[in-house]
């Protein structure tokens, strides 16, 4: 079993930054790729950024250019850095992992974007 647990998030205005970090902890052997997803209120929950062991990363198009996903595989953390907020990412963001074919998920950080 693995366990995520997000740290960060919070409220901040329009224009400003933010970072979440995740750890992972328990059985953590063989964990490949690593994600952020987000739920919006009444909205699916949805991909946000991917990250590879080698370092390989893959982004929402909303997200381009704004936030980057990095990790520490020693540490054996994932982090997303969120610049240029916007309201509209006003969301629930969780920590995802990928492990042997098993999908691993945080409890979720609340992001509050104010206009």
């Known amino acids: 079993q693995v366990q995520l647990v997000e740290s960060g998030g919070g409220t901040v205005q329009a224009g400003g930054s933010l970072s979440l970090s995740c750890a992972a902890s328990?059985?953590?052997?063989?964990?490949?790729?690593m994600a952020w997803y987000r739920q919006a209120p009444e909205k699916q929950r949805e991909m946000v950024a991917h990250i590879y062991v080698g370092g390989t990363t893959t982004y929402a198009d909303s997200v381009k250019g704004r936030f980057t996903i990095s990790r520490d595989n020693a540490k054996e953390m994932v982090y997303l850095q969120m610049n240029n907020l916007k309201p509209e990412d006003t969301a629930v963001y969780y920590c995802n992992a990928q492990q042997f074919g098993t999908a691993y998920w945080g409890k979720g950080a609340l992001v509050t974007v104010s206009s």
């Open positions: 328990g059985s953590t052997f063989g964990i490949g790729v």
